[in-house]
C-alpha cells in the first residue's frame, strides 16, 4: 500500500478533500469529499459560516476512513485576508466576516491616517486592497473595540481550521502576507506596524513556514473521522500552493493561477517595494520556502461565474466558452475596476461600463462572456508587460494553473493578446501544491525541484500557440 495525503483545498465558492499518492512514479489525485461554500448574509453583514465548513472538513476525512486510504497527513489551504478572533476560552468573537462585506469601507482612510499608503507598500509590498487583514482589523478597531480588547487570538482561516484539527494554534507565512502586516524581510509580523496601528499585539501567532508539523489530531477529532495522522502545513493561501504546481523548475516562470481570482507574476527570492511596484500595482506575497510570489491579482472567472449563474447556470463552463468563441463583439471592461469587486448585479455593471465608455452593450449571454475573455485576456498582456518591465526579464511563456486552464477560449486569447505560448495545466494546481509540500515533508520527493519533475510528467499539459 502506498502512503496517502489529504489535500483540503477550499475556495470561495466550493471545496474538496483530493487524497495524494505516488504511483509508478507518478501523482495520482483521487476526489473523496466535495462541498459547496459562499457566503452568508446574517444581518447585512456578509460572513463564512465556518462551522458547517468544519463539519465539511470532518465529513471528508470520514470519507477517507471509509475507503480504506488513511492519510498520513491533511493540510488545508483556503483564500487569503480572512480571519477569526478568538476570546481567552477560544470562543469567537463576532462573526467570520468575509472580504466582499463592505465593512472595511472608508478604513483605508483611517489606516493612512496613521501611515502614509506609499510608506506602507515600502513597508509590507502588498497591493492595495480595501479587504486586506489590515483594513479588516481597523474596521474591527473602529466598529466593536470590545472585540480587539477581549481578542487572545487572531487566526486566519485555515490557520483556525488547522487549530480546530490538533489544538494548537500558529501562523502560515503565505496565508499572513495576503493581510499587508507582515515585513519580507523577516518573514515575520511587523509588530511595529502592528503597535502602530492600535491593534492588540497579543493576538497574533508565532509565523511558521510550509512543511511545517503543527501536531497530530485532537481526541476528539480521532474519534470522529476513526484515525490519526500529521497536521502539516501547506502554504495555506491557495494561490501559494498553486505556485508550487507549475509543471517547470526554469528560473524565469510566468504564471497564472485561474480561478474565482486571476493571479499573475512570478517567483521571487526578495519582494520588489519600490514605488514603482506599487504604481502598477503589483504585489508580494509570501510562498514556499520563503519564496515571494510577485504577482497582480485580477478580478478573474468571479465575472463570468456571476454572469453564468445569473442567466444560465445550467450552462457548463465549455459550452460557454464554445458560445463566446463564435461572438464578433469588441467591447472591453476594465477587470481591475472596483465596480466589479461585488456588485448587486454583475450583468448590469459590466452593461453600464460599456455604455459609459460608448462601446457596443453586450445583451446576450455568449456576448457578455466574450466581452469578459477578452477583457481578461487584455489584461493578462498589459500586466505581463508591467512585470517584464519592472522586473527585467523577457517571458517566453505563460503557465496557465488551476480551474482555468480549462477555459479554452480564454488561453486561445491569453496566447494571442499576449503574443506568447501558453501552457495549460495542471487544474488542480492548488491541490497538488498542498500535497506536494506534506510528500516533500515526508520524503517522498527531496525537493521542490524534484516535486515539479513530478508534476510535469504526471498531468497533461495543453500548450496554445500565439
Not at 507518478?26 to 459562499?38: A, C, T
Not at 478568538?86 to 472580504?99: F, N, R
Not at 503574443?419 to 488542480?428: F, L, M, S, T
Amino acid at each position: 500500500m502506498g502512503k496517502y495525503f489529504l489535500a483540503i483545498d477550499i475556495g470561495a465558492s466550493s471545496g474538496r478533500h483530493i487524497l495524494g499518492s505516488l504511483e509508478n512514479g507518478k501523482i495520482v489525485l483521487e476526489e473523496v469529499h466535495r462541498f459547496w461554500n459562499g457566503m452568508d448574509d446574517i444581518d447585512g453583514t456578509l460572513c463564512w459560516d465556518v462551522d458547517r465548513l468544519f463539519k465539511e472538513i470532518i465529513e471528508g476525512m470520514k470519507k477517507c476512513r471509509e475507503i480504506g486510504k488513511i492519510p498520513e497527513s491533511v493540510g488545508i489551504d483556503t483564500w487569503g485576508v480572512d480571519f477569526v478572533l478568538l476570546d481567552k476560552d477560544d470562543k469567537m468573537l463576532g462573526q467570520a466576516v468575509g472580504y466582499r462585506d463592505h465593512r472595511t469601507d472608508g478604513m483605508d482612510e483611517e489606516v493612512y491616517k496613521i501611515i502614509k499608503e506609499d510608506d506602507l507598500y515600502a513597508r509590507t509590498g502588498i497591493q492595495k486592497a480595501i479587504f486586506n487583514t489590515i483594513y479588516q482589523l481597523m474596521a474591527v478597531k473602529k466598529q466593536h473595540p470590545e472585540y480587539m480588547e477581549k481578542a487572545a487570538s487572531m487566526l486566519m482561516i485555515p490557520d483556525y481550521f488547522h487549530y480546530k484539527l490538533c489544538g494548537n494554534k500558529v501562523q502560515e507565512y503565505s496565508e499572513a502576507t495576503t493581510g499587508q502586516l507582515v515585513d519580507p524581510a523577516t518573514k515575520d509580523w511587523d509588530y511595529g506596524l502592528i503597535e502602530m496601528l492600535g491593534f492588540n499585539k497579543e493576538m497574533f501567532q508565532k509565523m511558521y513556514m510550509p512543511g511545517a508539523v503543527v501536531g497530530n489530531l485532537t481526541d476528539e477529532v480521532k474519534e470522529k473521522v476513526g484515525y490519526d495522522c500529521q497536521v502539516v502545513l501547506p502554504p495555506t493561501h491557495d494561490t501559494a500552493s498553486a505556485v508550487m504546481a507549475v509543471p517547470s523548475n526554469d528560473e524565469n516562470v510566468c504564471y497564472i493561477s485561474s480561478g474565482t481570482w486571476s493571479l499573475m507574476g512570478v517567483e521571487r527570492d526578495e519582494a520588489n517595494c519600490s514605488m514603482m511596484s506599487k504604481e502598477a500595482n503589483l504585489t508580494n506575497e509570501g510562498g514556499y520556502e520563503g519564496k515571494i510570489t510577485y504577482l497582480a491579482n485580477i478580478m478573474g472567472l468571479w465575472m463570468i461565474q456571476s454572469v453564468r449563474n445569473k442567466l444560465a447556470p445550467e450552462m457548463s463552463y465549455g459550452e460557454l466558452c464554445e458560445q463566446a468563441s463564435r461572438e464578433k463583439i469588441d467591447s472591453i471592461v476594465d477587470c481591475q475596476d472596483e465596480r466589479f469587486l461585488s456588485p448587486d448585479d454583475m450583468v448590469t455593471a459590466i452593461q453600464d461600463y460599456c455604455r459609459e465608455t460608448s462601446q457596443t452593450v453586450p445583451e446576450t449571454l455568449p456576448e457578455l462572456a466574450s466581452v469578459v475573455y477578452n477583457s481578461l485576456a487584455k489584461c493578462y498582456m498589459e500586466k505581463l508587460q508591467e512585470i517584464e518591465k519592472i522586473v527585467g526579464v523577457k517571458y517566453d511563456r505563460i503557465h496557465i494553473i488551476g480551474g482555468g486552464s480549462n477555459a479554452v477560449y480564454l488561453n486561445e486569447l491569453t496566447a494571442k493578446y499576449t503574443g506568447v505560448p501558453v501552457y495549460a495545466g495542471p487544474g488542480e494546481a492548488t491541490a497538488i501544491g498542498n500535497i506536494l509540500t506534506q510528500m516533500i515533508q515526508s520524503g517522498e520527493f527531496a525537493d521542490l525541484k524534484q516535486a515539479r519533475e513530478c508534476v510535469a510528467k504526471s498531468f497533461e499539459i495543453k500548450i496554445y500557440q500565439v
